[in-house]
C-alpha cells in the first residue's frame, strides 16, 4: 500500500530468532480446498494453499506490501519473451526441474495443463486464456467428450524447454496471468481428468500425502525432487502442513488467539478477523503483535444502471456521489481497521496504478447541500424516491450497508427505499446486462495487480455479457474509452501501463457510473509460534510458502 | 318419577343450576397458582411491550432504526463508545456495535416480531400436529399409514432447505412475519403429531373411549370430549419447549437472511449477530438472551401450570395446602 | 384389540411404503428447486466464466434438456446406474445413482457415504447426552416436584433450550477449551482411524447438541412421568411400599417413556441430515454441513440426494420406535 | 406345576405369629394388630368438604378377622387406605389415631409407612382391574413388591415366588400366565393377581377391599378358604371389605355395619347376623338376594312371555358361533370358542361362569367394540357391522371407563349431547335426573371420577348406558361393587326399563342368587363355551351340566355356622376345585 496511515506490514511475530526447516504446520481454514485441481482453481497469483504444490511459469513476487505486487518467474527463466507486438510470448522452463515422482518437468506438461483448463469437466478458472489465446474461444479440450481437435494449435513446443504462447491481441500482462495456477504442469500419463484433484503430481516443494473428504483435509509432505536452488520463491521452513477446513470463522480466530497445542503452530489463509474480534484484541497488546494486516486489491461500490430511470440522469448519479456518508458504512461492515473509504475505483495501491480523484467530494458523511444542488440541476426539486436492491445475507452486500446508505441519503432529500434479495437471486440479478436493477451495492477483486483486470470488465464496452453474467452494469461502450483499454493492455512497460490506468480511472470516474464506497482491509491473526509473516499487498493473506514454526 | 320421566326430558327435576364447570375450574385452579400468576404476568409485560413498542420507543425518544456513528468506535470493529454498551440517558440499554442503533428500540421492536412469528408458528404447528397425529392414531389402518409416512418425511425434511427454497420462490410483497409463520408452521409439525399419535394410540384403547364410541358419538367428538382433555399435558408441555425452539429457529433462518427482512429487528436476528461479541461488547448478547430466557422460562412454567390445572386429580391436591406433608404418600 | 405384532416384516413393510412416499418427495424437491433463483451451471463454472463456457458446462450437466427428461434420467440413475464422463474416461455411477454433484463432479452417493459416519457419531453421542441428561433431569424434577431441586433443573436445562446452539457451543468453546484449557479444540477424527481421538473431539459437540436437546426431553419426561403418577396402578405399588424411586423409575417412566422415544427418533432422523449449525461450528464433515452448502449453490443432485437419506434415516428410526413402543405397551398395535 | 390351592406355600417363611390366643370376639390385649380410635377422614370437593369417615373406632387382634360392610360411599374403602396412610399427601384431612402393629400411622415417617405397607399390611384394591401396571409382566410385578420386602430374595427367587402365589389363587399355567400384562388377563384373574401380591409379601394384616367381586363363586370360595387358613396357620389379622353379606357371614369374625362415615353395628358376625339391633342392618339383610328364589316374571307391556324362547319376530341380537382369539402362536389364547346365543326383544339373558371364561369377551363382541375372529352377530336379523347406539353397554371395570379428566355429569351427558336433540338446559336436567334414578346425588354432576366410591363409579356408568335409550345393555359386573340396597335398587331400575321400554338385557355377573333373580334365560360359560343354556328357573333348580352344579354348590350362604360347615366340605374336596378353577 501506498497510502494510509497503517503502521507499515507484518513484520516476523517471533522477535528476530531466525526462522528454520523443520516441524509442522497447522492450517485452519473456513473453506474446504474442494477444488484441488489446477485447471480448475480460480486463484489470484497461483493461491496460497495451491502453491506449495502447483509451480507455474510466473509467480507473485512472496515479500511483504507493495513489494509482493511484482511478478517474478518460477518454473520459467524469466517472465517471458514477447514478439511480434506483444501477441507472441515464449518462455523457457529452468533445466533440472522435476515432478514428484522424478520424472522431468518439459514443456509439453505445461501446455497440456493449460489445454486441459478448456475441458467441460474441468470447469472454472479465469476467462483470460479464452478471451486471448487463439483459437481458445471455440477450443473444448484435450479430452475425447470436447468437440474438435484435441490439441490447441497456439501453444507450441518448440522443444522440452521452450513454450510459445501466440495470442490474437498484445497483451502486456501476460506475466501476470501465467502466475495462474492453469500453467501447472500437468503429466499427460497421469491426467485422472475429474480425479486429478485427489492427488494432483506435485511440481512444488510439497506433495499430497492425504486428501481427504474432498479437500476437508490436506496433507502435505515435502516432495524430495524439489529443489530449492530452483526456486527462490517458497522457503518451505516446515517439514509437514496439515490443512484443516470447513471451520467456523469465529473457531478459527480463538483457536489461533488462545494458540494451545498444535494451535500454536497454525496460521489461517483465509479468515480474517472480524469487527468483534478487533474490538477484543484492541486490549491486549500480546494479541495485537500476533496480527498482520493485509491488502487486496478490491472496491466496493454502488453501481447504476443507466437504463433505469432515474439514473439514466447523471446529476441524479452525482448527488448520490456527494450525498454518500462513507464512514457509517465502513462502520456497518467493521470499522476503520477493517475498511478504507474510496474515492477511486482503483484500489489504492501503486500496481493498479492508483491516480487519487474526488470528483464529488462528499467528506466522511456525505454532503447533503451539495446532492441537493445536484438533485434540483436534475430536475428534482423536492427530492426524489429510488430503490436501492441489496442481498439479504450479512456482510459486504448487506442490509446493514443498505441501512446506512439510506440514511445517508435520506439527508439529502433521497428517499431509499430497499430491496433484499437471497444471496443467489442477488447474484443473478447483479450479473444481469438487461434486468440488473437500477442503484445496488457490488464490488470487484483483482485477478492480479494491474489496471487492466480491473477495469476491463466494469468498463470496456466489448465486454458487456449479454447472456452471462455481466461486470459492465453501466454498459459504458465508449470508443473512446475502448481504444484507451486495447493500447494500455498492450504495453509491456507495466510501469507505464500503470500510469495510464489511473488516468483512465479519474476520467471515467467523471461520468459518475459507479460510487466506490471503501477498500476493505484484512487483519490476520497468527498462532504464537509462527515466524516470517509476510502479507503481500497481491493476496492479502498471510503467505504460508513463507511461514517457519521453528 | 317414572322411567317415562327418566328417559324423556325436560320433566320433573328443577333447572340445573350453572354450565359445567370445565374452563371456569381450570381458571380458578391457575389462579391460584403463584408460579401461574407471576409466569403470566411476565408473558403479559412482554407482549405489551412488544405492542406498545412504538410507544415505548417514543418514550425514551428513540427509533430502531438509526445510525450513531458517532457513539461507536470506528477503529476497534466499530464496539459502543462508553461503559456497559454505551449505557446513556438517551440510549437506556446501550447501542448496536457497528451501526450505533438504539438496543433498547431494537429490543422491543424485535420483541413483537420474535413472540409474533414465534407464536403464530407454534399454534400452526400444534394445530397440525394434533390433526395429524389424531387422522393417524384413530383413522384406518390406511389412513395412518398415509399420515405416518407423510409425517416421516415431515420430520425428514430438513427445515432450512425448504424454507430457503420457499422463501426465494415466494413473491417478496408477501408479507414477510406471516411467511414465516406458515413456512414454520407448516413444515414442522411432525414432532407434535408423533407425540399426539403415540399417546392417542393408548388411549383409544381405554373403556371410556369404546364407551363414548357405544354413546353414539362421532370420532369427532370422541376426539374432542374424551381424548384431547388428555392429550392437552404433553401436547402443552411440548409447545412450551417448541414456542422457545421457534424463536430460535426465526434465528437461523434471518442468520441465513431468509427470516424477517433488515433492518426490521428480530431478537433472533439481534442474536445472531451478537454472538462473536460476547467478549467485547457481552451486553449486546446477554441482553437479547435474557429476554429469550425470561419468555422461556415463563413460557415452561406457564405451560407447567396450565398442565396441572387440566388435571381434576391434581386439583385437591393444590388447594388444601398439603404442602407440609410430602407429596410421597 | 387385535393383537398384530410383527416385527421384521413390520419394518420392511414399512420401509416400502416409505420409499414411495420418498420419491414423491424428491419429485416435490425437484420441481421446488427448479424455481429458486441461480443458475447452477454458472454456479458450478464460476462467475467469470462465458457464457460459450456456461453452456458447455450446461451440457455436461445435463441441464440442456428439459425439465422432464432431467428427472426421468434421475429415476434412471436412481433404479439402473448412469455413465459420466470424467474426462480421461468415463465413470459409472451404479444404481442407486443419486447423480454427480454440480460443484465438483463427485458421485453424490459418494458424498454422502463421506458425510455419514461423522453425522452418524454426532447424531447418535448427542442422544446418549439428551436422554441421560433430559430423561434424567425429568425424572428427577417429577420426583422432587416443588421442591429447589426441580427448580434448579428446570433453569439449567431451559438455559441449554433457550440459547442458541451456536450461542452454546461457542460458550462451550470458549470456557472449555480457551479459558480452563481442559480439552483442545475439537478438530474431528474418524471413528476407524483412532477411536480415542475421536471420542474426545466429538465430546464438545455432543454436549452441545445434547445439551440443547434436553431441556425437551426433560420437560416431556417430566410431564407424562407425572401423568402416568396420577393413575391408579401407581397407587398400588406405593401402598406395597415399593421406594418411590422405584414407583417413579420402574413403573411411572415405563408409561412416560413413549412419548420420549417417538420423540428421539424423529430427532435422531432428522439429525441424520445433520445438526447444520453444530457440524459448522465444530467442523464436523457431516450431511448437515454438505446438505446447507449444496442448498446455497443449487446443487440440486446433491440436495435431493441428503434428503432421501435423511427421509431414509428418519422412517428406520421411526419404525424401530414404533416397535419399541409396542413392546413397551403391548396394547397397541403395529399396523 | 399342579395347583396347591389349600397347602402351605413351599417357599413361604413362616410369620411369626403374635397373638394367637385372641378369642373370636377379640379380647381388648393390649398387643392389637390394628387399634383405631376416632378416625374421621375430610375429602376436599369443590369449595366444601366431604366427611368420608366419623369418628370410626375398631380393633383387631392377630389371627382374627374383621369384616366391613356398608351402602356404597359409606367411607368402608376410606378406611382401608387409612389404614396404610394411603390419605398421605392426597389433600385428605385425617384425624383420630391409627396403629397398626405398633406403628402410628398419622405420625410415621415415610420409611415406616415403607415398612408398614406391603411388609406388615397389604392391601387388596377394589378396582383390580386398574390396579396393576399395564406395561410390565404380572409376574415381574409381584416379584418386584415381594423384593421390596425382602430384599435378600435373588430377582429369579422372586419370580418363582410369584408364579408360585398366582398358582395359589387359582390362576391355570401360572407358569405361562406369569409372562402376560394385565391386559390379557380377565377381570377376575387381575383381581386375583392383586390378591397374589398381597399374600407374596407374608403380611400380618391383609386389607381387602372387594376382594372377590369379580370372582366366581368357585374361585370365590377358594380365595376365601385360603385366607381363612393364612388366618389359622399364621395369624395373619384380616379386615374384610364387602357388600357381600354371605361372602362375610362365613369369614369373618366381627363384623362393622357402616353408613354415612359412622359405624352402626358393631359386634361378632353370629350376633349382628343373627340379631340385628339397627334398623338399617335389618334392611341390608332384607335385601340380600337368595339364589334360591325364583325369579318374579317382569310384566313387559305387550311382549312375549318372558319365559318363552325368543321367537324370530322379536330377537334382537344373535351370536352365531362367535369366535375370539388373542394373540398368536404361543400365547394363543381362544377367549370365546364358537358361542351360539340370542336375545329376545325385553328379554333378560343372564350369564355366568368361570372367572377367565370368555364373558367379557363376549359381551364385547355382542355390542361390537370387539371384532369377532370367526362366526357372526346378527342385529334383527342383520349382519351387526358396527357401533350402534342403541346397543350399550356399562363396562366390568368402573375406573378406566370413566375419563379422569371429565366430570362424570359431563360423561353421561356425552350421549345426549351426541345425539344433538336436547339444548343444554334439558341435557344437564335429564343428566340429573339419571344419576338420581342410579342412587346418586343429582348435585355431584360437577365432581370427576375419583372422587366418587368404587359403587358410585359403577352407578356413573350404568347412567351413561342408560342415557342414549338403548334397546339392550350389556350389563358386565354392574352391580358387583354396590352394596345390597344399592344393589336392589339398580336392579330394581333395570327391571323397570325393562318393562316400560321393551329394554333387553345381557346380564353378566357372578352373583348367581343376582343373576337368577334378574333373568329370563341363563348361559353358563367356562373355556370358552356355553356349557348350558336355558330358563333360569331351569337352569338353577335342575342343573345339568357338573360344572353348573358345581357352581351353585358354592354359592356362600348367610349363616355363619353353615357356611363353616360347607367349607370343610370344600376342604375334602379341594382337589375338584383345583381343576374347577383351573
Ligand atoms: N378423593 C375424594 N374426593 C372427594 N370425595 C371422595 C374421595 N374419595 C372418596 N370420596 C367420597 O367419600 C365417600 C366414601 O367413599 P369410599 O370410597 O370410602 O366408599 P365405600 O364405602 O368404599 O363405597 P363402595 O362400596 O361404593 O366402594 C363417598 O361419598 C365418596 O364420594
Ligand atoms: N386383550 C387380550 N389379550 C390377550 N388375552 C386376552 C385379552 N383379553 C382377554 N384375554 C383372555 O381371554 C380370556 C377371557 O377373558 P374375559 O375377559 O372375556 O373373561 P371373563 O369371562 O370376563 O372373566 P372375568 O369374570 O374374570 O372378568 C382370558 O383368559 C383372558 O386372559
Ligand atoms: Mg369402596
Ligand atoms: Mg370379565
Not at chain 1, 332 to 355: H, M, R
Not at chain 2, 72 to 99: C, K, R, Y
Not at chain 4, 423 to 431: G, Q, S, Y
Request: net charge neutral.
Amino acid at each position: 500500500a501506498c497510502s494510509g496511515p497503517q503502521d507499515g506490514d507484518a513484520k516476523p511475530a517471533a522477535g528476530d530468532a531466525k526462522p528454520a526447516k523443520g516441524g509442522k504446520l497447522t492450517v485452519l481454514n473456513s473453506d474446504t480446498q474442494s477444488d484441488f485441481d489446477p485447471a480448475r482453481l480460480y486463484t489470484s497469483g497461483g493461491g496460497n494453499v495451491p502453491s506449495l504444490v502447483f509451480r507455474t511459469l510466473t509467480t507473485r513476487n512472496r515479500e511483504a506490501g507493495e513489494a509482493g505486487t511484482e511478478v517474478v518467474p518460477d518454473l520459467a527463466t524469466d517472465l517471458g519473451t514477447p514478439s511480434e507486438n506483444a501477441t507472441v510470448w515464449t518462455y523457457t522452463l529452468k533445466k533440472g526441474l522435476k515432478f514428484e515422482d522424478g520424472s522431468p518437468i518439459t514443456s509439453a506438461d505445461v501446455k497440456y495443463g493449460v489445454e486441459r483448463s478448456f475441458a467441460a469437466e474441468l470447469s472454472g478458472g479465469a476467462p483470460y486464456l479464452r478471451d486471448w489465446l487463439i483459437g481458445g474461444d471455440s477450443y473444448q479440450g484435450p479430452y475425447k467428450s470436447g468437440k474438435g481437435k484435441k490439441t490447441l494449435d497456439s501453444i507450441e513446443t518448440p522443444d522440452q524447454r521452450t513454450i510459445v504462447f501466440r495470442l490474437k491481441k498484445s497483451v502486456g500482462d501476460f506475466p501476470y496471468l501465467a502466475t495462474q495456477t492453469q500453467f501447472t504442469p500437468v503429466p499427460r500419463a497421469q491426467d485422472t481428468g475429474t480425479k486429478y484433484e485427489e492427488h494432483p503430481v506435485s511440481s512444488g516443494p510439497y506433495k499430497v500425502v492425504r486428501n481427504t473428504n474432498d479437500g476437508e483435509r490436506l496433507q502435505l509432505e515435502r516432495n524430495p525432487h524439489w529443489s530449492e536452488k530452483l526456486d527462490d520463491q517458497r522457503k518451505a521452513y516446515p517439514d509437514t502442513v496439515d490443512v484443516r477446513s470447513g471451520l467456523d470463522s469465529a473457531v478459527i480466530n480463538q483457536r489461533l488467539s488462545t494458540s494451545s497445542g498444535d494451535d500454536a503452530n497454525a496460521v489461517t489463509t483465509d479468515t480474517n478477523l472480524g469487527p468483534a474480534e478487533l474490538a477484543q484484541i484492541g486490549q491486549d497488546k500480546s494479541l495485537k503483535a500476533r496480527v498482520g494486516v493485509g491488502h487486496f486489491g478490491y472496491t466496493n461500490y454502488l453501481a447504476f444502471n443507466p437504463d433505469v430511470k432515474p439514473f439514466d440522469k447523471p446529476g441524479v448519479r452525482q448527488a448520490i456521489s456527494y450525498a454518500i456518508g462513507r464512514s457509517s458504512v465502513i462502520n456497518a461492515v467493521g470499522g476503520s481497521s477493517l475498511a478504507e473509504p474510496a474515492t477511486t475505483f482503483l484500489p489504492d495501491q501503486k500496481a493498479f496504478g492508483y491516480t487519487p480523484y474526488d470528483h464529488f467530494p462528499a467528506g466522511k458523511n456525505g454532503n447533503p447541500e451539495k446532492a441537493r444542488e445536484a438533485l434540483k440541476k436534475a430536475g428534482y426539486k423536492n427530492g426524489l424516491t429510488i430503490t436501492l436492491t441489496h442481498s439479504t445475507e450479512e456482510g459486504e452486500m448487506g442490509p446493514k450497508v443498505a441501512s446506512a446508505i439510506q440514511q445517508s441519503l435520506a439527508k439529502a432529500g433521497i428517499t431509499v427505499k430497499l430491496k433484499g434479495l437471497e444471496g443467489n437471486a442477488y447474484n443473478e440479478k447483479r450479473w444481469d446486462a438487461d434486468g440488473s436493477p437500477g442503484l445496488f451495492i457490488t464490488r470487484w477483486g483483482a485477478d492480479w495487480p494491474a489496471g487492466y483486470p480491473f477495469l476491463a470488465p466494469i468498463f470496456d464496452g466489448r465486454q458487456i455479457v449479454k447472456d452471462g453474467a455481466n461486470f459492465n452494469n453501466a454498459k459504458l461502450d465508449d470508443p473512446a474509452v475502448n481504444k484507451e483499454f486495447d493500447e494500455i493492455s498492450g504495453l509491456t512497460d507495466l510501469d507505464a501501463a500503470a500510469k495510464r490506468w489511473g488516468a483512465l480511472d479519474s476520467r471515467i470516474g467523471e461520468q459518475a457510473l459507479t460510487v466506490p464506497l471503501y477498500h476493505p482491509v484484512y487483519q490476520r491473526l497468527v498462532g504464537k509460534n509462527i515466524r516470517n509473516v509476510v502479507i503481500s499487498d497481491w493476496t492479502g493473506v498471510l503467505d504460508i510458502s513463507q511461514v517457519a514454526v521453528k | 318419577m317414572t322411567v317415562q320421566d327418566v328417559l324423556t326430558p325436560g320433566a320433573g327435576a328443577p333447572p340445573a343450576p350453572g354450565p359445567a364447570a370445565g374452563a371456569r375450574g381450570v381458571w380458578r385452579r391457575l389462579r391460584g397458582r403463584p408460579s401461574a400468576v407471576v409466569s403470566g404476568a411476565v408473558l403479559a409485560v412482554l407482549l405489551l411491550a412488544a405492542l406498545a413498542a412504538p410507544l415505548l420507543t417514543a418514550l425514551s425518544g428513540q427509533d430502531p432504526y438509526t445510525y450513531h456513528d458517532e457513539l461507536v468506535d470506528s477503529a476497534s470493529g466499530g464496539a459502543p463508545q462508553g461503559s456497559f454498551g454505551g449505557m446513556s440517558g438517551e440510549h437506556w440499554l446501550g447501542v448496536e456495535p457497528g451501526t450505533g442503533r438504539d438496543l433498547f428500540a431494537r429490543l422491543v421492536h424485535g420483541a413483537r416480531v420474535s413472540l409474533l412469528v414465534a407464536a403464530g408458528a407454534t399454534v400452526l404447528q400444534v394445530a397440525i400436529g394434533v390433526a395429524v397425529g389424531l387422522a393417524a392414531a384413530l383413522g384406518s389402518r390406511w389412513a395412518d399409514q398415509v399420515l405416518s409416512r407423510v409425517t416421516d418425511v415431515m420430520v425428514a425434511l430438513p427445515m432450512l432447505v425448504l424454507a430457503i427454497a420457499l422463501t426465494t420462490v415466494v413473491s417478496d410483497d408477501f408479507p414477510r412475519p406471516l411467511l414465516l409463520v406458515l413456512v414454520m408452521g407448516s413444515l414442522n409439525w411432525g414432532g407434535t403429531s408423533r407425540v399426539v399419535r403415540a399417546q392417542a394410540l393408548t388411549l383409544r384403547g381405554l373403556d371410556f373411549v369404546a364407551a363414548a364410541r357405544l354413546g353414539g358419538s362421532r370420532p369427532v367428538r370422541v376426539v374432542r370430549r374424551e381424548l384431547l382433555p388428555s392429550l392437552a399435558a404433553p401436547v402443552i408441555t411440548y409447545a412450551a419447549v417448541l414456542l422457545p425452539s421457534n424463536i430460535v429457529l426465526e434465528a437461523s433462518l434471518s442468520f441465513l437472511g431468509i427470516g424477517v427482512r433488515p433492518p426490521t429487528p428480530s431478537w433472533g436476528q439481534m442474536l445472531s449477530t451478537a454472538t462473536t461479541w460476547f467478549r467485547a461488547d457481552p451486553l449486546y448478547v446477554l441482553l437479547p438472551s435474557a429476554l429469550l430466557f425470561v419468555t422461556v422460562l415463563a413460557f415452561t412454567v406457564l405451560g407447567d401450570a396450565v398442565r396441572t390445572a387440566l388435571d381434576p386429580r391434581e386439583a385437591g391436591r393444590l388447594r388444601v395446602g398439603t404442602r407440609k406433608e410430602k407429596t410421597r404418600g | 384389540m387385535a393383537d398384530r405384532f410383527r416385527g421384521v416384516p413390520f419394518v420392511a413393510k414399512r420401509l416400502l411404503g416409505a420409499a414411495l412416499v420418498l420419491l414423491v418427495l424428491a419429485t416435490v424437491l425437484y420441481a421446488l428447486f427448479y424455481l429458486v433463483p441461480g443458475d447452477p451451471a454458472q454456479l458450478a463454472c464460476g462467475e467469470r466464466c462465458s457464457p460459450a463456457q456456461v453452456a458447455q458446462v450446461r451440457g455436461q450437466l445435463g441441464l440442456d434438456e428439459s425439465a422432464h427428461a432431467q428427472y426421468l434420467h434421475f429415476l434412471q440413475g436412481l433404479f439402473a446406474g448412469r455413465d459420466y464422463s470424467s474426462g480421461t474416461s468415463v465413470q459409472h455411477c451404479a444404481a442407486p445413482c443419486l447423480g454427480l454433484s454440480r460443484q465438483n463432479d463427485q458421485q453424490v452417493t459418494t458424498l454422502i457415504l463421506a458425510g455419514l459416519p461423522a453425522t452418524a457419531s454426532l447424531a447418535f453421542g448427542a442422544m446418549v447426552v439428551w436422554l441421560t441428561l433430559g430423561v434424567g433431569t425429568g425424572l428427577l424434577s417429577a420426583l422432587r416436584r416443588g421442591g429447589a431441586t426441580e427448580r434448579v433443573l428446570t433453569v439449567l436445562t431451559l438455559a441449554g433450550t433457550g440459547t442458541p446452539v451456536f450461542i452454546l457451543g461457542l460458550l462451550l468453546m470458549m470456557a472449555v477449551c480457551a479459558y480452563l484449557q481442559w480439552l483442545p479444540f475439537p478438530s474431528y477424527v474418524p471413528l476407524t482411524q483412532d477411536a480415542e481421538q475421536w471420542a474426545w473431539n466429538m465430546l464438545l459437540p455432543w454436549l452441545t447438541l445434547g445439551l440443547f436437546e434436553s431441556a425437551k426431553y426433560a420437560r416431556l419426561t417430566r410431564s407424562s412421568t407425572l401423568e402416568v403418577l396420577a393413575e391408579d396402578h401407581i397407587r398400588t405399588f406405593r401402598a406395597y411400599g415399593v421406594s418411590e424411586r422405584a414407583v417413579v423409575t420402574r413403573h411411572a417412566l415405563r408409561g412416560a417413556l413413549p412419548p420420549v422415544i417417538a420423540l428421539s427418533a424423529i430427532d435422531l432422523g432428522s439429525m441424520m441430515g445433520g445438526a447444520m449449525l453444530t457440524e459448522q461450528l465444530f467442523g464436523i464433515p457431516g450431511l448437515g454441513r454438505l446438505l446447507i452448502d449444496s442448498v446455497r449453490s443449487v446443487d440440486l443432485p446433491v440436495v435431493v440426494g441428503v434428503v432421501l437419506v435423511i427421509g431414509t434415516a428418519v422412517v428406520v428410526a421411526n419404525a424401530v420406535a414404533d416397535v419399541l413402543y409396542a413392546l413397551a405397551d403391548r396394547r397397541v398395535v403395529l399396523s | 406345576m399342579t395347583p396347591q390351592p389349600n397347602g402351605p406355600t413351599p417357599d413361604s417363611a413362616p410369620v411369626p405369629v403374635a397373638d394367637t390366643a385372641t378369642g373370636p370376639t377379640g379380647d381388648r390385649a393390649a398387643g392389637a394388630l390394628i387399634d383405631v380410635r376416632g378416625l374421621t377422614v375430610d375429602f376436599p370437593a369443590g369449595d366444601e368438604s366431604v366427611r368420608a369417615v366419623d369418628g370410626l373406632s375398631f380393633r383387631l387382634s392377630a389371627g382374627q378377622a374383621l369384616g366391613i360392610v356398608g351402602e356404597s360411599g359409606s367411607g368402608k374403602s376410606t378406611v382401608a387406605a387409612a389404614l396404610l396412610g394411603l390419605h398421605h399427601g392426597t389433600g385428605a384431612r385425617v384425624s383420630g389415631s391409627v396403629e397398626v402393629d405398633g406403628i402410628d400411622v398419622q405420625a410415621a415417617s415415610v420409611r415406616e409407612l415403607r415398612r408398614l405397607r406391603g411388609g406388615t399390611a397389604a392391601m387388596v384394591f377394589q378396582d383390580p382391574l386398574s390396579s396393576l401396571d399395564p406395561y410390565m409382566a404380572i409376574g415381574d410385578q409381584i416379584a418386584e413388591v415381594h423384593r421390596t420386602h425382602a430384599p435378600h430374595v435373588s430377582r429369579r427367587e422372586a419370580r418363582r415366588h410369584a408364579v408360585t402365589v398366582l398358582d395359589r389363587v387359582g390362576i391355570p399355567d401360572a407358569a405361562r400366565r406369569s409372562r402376560s400384562r394385565p391386559h390379557e388377563f380377565s377381570g377376575g384373574m387381575r383381581q386375583r393377581a392383586l390378591i397374589a401380591m398381597a399374600l407374596a409379601c407374608e403380611p400380618r394384616v391383609l386389607v381387602a377391599d372387594e376382594p372377590t367381586t369379580a370372582l366366581d363363586v368357585t374361585v370365590q370360595a377358594q380365595i376365601l378358604d385360603l385366607l381363612h387358613e393364612l388366618r389359622t396357620e399364621t395369624g395373619m389379622g384380616l379386615v374384610l371389605v364387602s357388600h357381600d353379606l354371605g361372602v362375610v357371614a362365613g369369614n369373618v369374625d366381627d363384623m362393622l355395619v357402616m353408613r354415612n362415615g359412622r359405624a352402626v353395628e358393631h359386634g361378632p358376625v353370629g350376633t349382628v347376623l343373627a340379631a340385628p339391633r339397627e334398623a338399617y342392618t335389618r334392611e341390608l339383610l332384607a335385601a340380600v338376594p337368595r339364589v334360591e328364589t325364583p325369579r318374579t316374571p317382569v310384566a313387559t307391556a305387550g311382549a312375549v312371555p318372558a319365559s318363552a324362547p325368543a321367537s324370530g319376530g322379536d330377537l334382537l341380537l344373535e351370536a352365531v358361533g362367535v369366535r375370539r382369539e388373542f394373540g398368536r402362536g404361543k400365547n394363543r389364547t381362544v377367549a370365546v370358542d364358537g358361542v351360539s346365543l340370542s336375545v329376545a326383544q325385553g328379554e333378560t339373558l343372564g350369564i355366568v361362569g368361570e372367572s377367565g371364561s370368555g364373558k367379557t369377551t363376549l359381551g364385547r363382541m355382542l355390542v361390537r367394540l370387539l371384532e369377532p375372529s370367526g362366526g357372526s352377530v346378527r342385529h334383527q336379523g342383520r349382519e351387526l357391522t358396527g357401533i350402534r347406539s342403541d346397543l350399550q353397554m356399562v363396562f366390568q371395570d368402573p375406573v378406566s371407563s370413566l375419563n379422569p379428566r371429565r366430570s362424570v355429569g359431563e360423561s353421561v351427558a356425552d350421549p345426549l349431547r351426541a345425539a344433538g336433540a336436547l339444548t343444554d338446559a334439558e341435557i344437564t336436567r335429564r343428566v340429573r335426573e339419571l344419576l338420581e334414578r342410579v342412587g346418586l346425588d343429582p348435585r355431584w354432576y360437577h365432581r370427576y371420577p375419583h372422587e366418587f366410591s368404587g359403587g358410585q363409579r359403577q352407578r356413573v356408568g350404568i347412567a351413561r348406558a342408560l342415557a342414549p335409550g338403548p334397546r339392550l345393555i350389556v350389563c358386565d359386573e354392574p352391580v358387583s361393587a354396590l352394596d345390597v340396597t344399592t344393589r336392589a335398587q339398580v336392579l330394581d331400575l333395570l327391571a323397570q326399563l325393562q318393562r316400560d321400554l321393551g329394554l333387553a338385557l345381557v346380564l353378566i355377573a357372578h352373583d348367581l342368587a343376582v343373576v337368577r333373580q334378574a333373568s329370563d334365560r341363563v348361559a353358563v360359560m367356562r373355556r370358552g363355551v356355553v356349557v348350558e343354556e336355558g330358563p333360569s328357573d331351569r337352569v338353577y333348580d335342575a342343573p345339568r351340566d357338573p360344572y353348573t352344579k358345581s357352581l351353585l354348590a358354592a354359592v356362600p350362604v348367610l349363616d355363619p355356622v353353615e357356611a363353616a360347615a360347607r367349607r370343610a366340605a370344600r376342604g375334602s374336596v379341594g382337589a375338584l376345585l383345583g381343576t374347577a378353577a383351573g
